[in-house]
């Protein structure tokens, strides 16, 4: 392992019909749409011409589809999958609040479901296993709400803190480091 973390590039996957209409979408394996696919594709100019020396995906195909439309063929890696959002699963936040006004899903987690921290958990397994095989530079093809937990995490923060790290579809971040600290080089690509 090099003295300081390699360069990690997060992409979230594109569009799918449940991005649209706002509905949590963890689990249930849904395939892109068309706005979905053609963002996949145009992220091949943002991701092209660096040399990853690992390259992971969640399994769940809005990723992967992402990762191949984009021109990767990435590990599969089960720990990338998005929250499991239990009984808010397909549910958007406004319908939860109709019945839980003050429920938040990076303090309160989802009955049924996975909290911040449990998520928190599955990805400081990624990121040491990403500090251990990676040289300079990797990227990860996954989730929304997953890859602000991997953001705060990256950075020493808590899970919870990956509220701060908003990362649309088809959106890219770069995490690196300046002076052994973990930062965040550049967001919303």
């Known amino acids: 392992m090099a003295d300081a ?10 569009d799918t019909a449940w991005t649209v209409s706002r509905q949590h979408t963890g689990t249930t394996d849904l395939e ?10 145009a ?3 943002k991701l092209d011409g660096r040399r990853y020396d690992l390259v992971l995906s969640s399994p769940l195909r809005r990723a992967l589809d992402t990762a191949h439309l ?3 063929e990435p590990e599969v890696e089960a720990r ?7 009984e808010y ?17 990076w303090r309160d987690g989802s009955p049924g479901g996975e909290t911040p921290d449990d998520v928190g958990r599955r990805m400081d397994e990624v990121i ?15 989730h929304g709400h997953a890859l ?16 701060r790290f908003l990362l649309g579809p088809a959106g890219v971040g770069v995490l690196g480091s300046e002076h052994g600290a973990a930062a965040v080089a550049r967001w919303g690509v």
């Open 5 to 14: 973390p390699p360069e990690l590039w997060l992409a979230r996957h594109g």
């Open 32 to 41: 892109l749409n068309e706005a979905g696919v053609d963002a996949a594709r």
């Open 43 to 45: 992220l091949r100019s």
């Open 70 to 72: 984009a021109g990767f």
């Open 80 to 86: 990338l999958r998005e929250f499991d959002y239990g």
């Open 89 to 105: 699963e397909g549910v958007t936040t406004a319908q939860i609040h109709e019945t839980r006004p003050d429920w938040d899903l």
């Open 128 to 142: 040491a296993d990403i500090r251990d095989r990676a040289g300079e530079r990797a990227l990860v093809f996954g």
């Open 148 to 163: 602000r937990v991997l953001t705060a995490r990256w950075l020493g923060l808590p899970a919870a803190e990956g509220r």
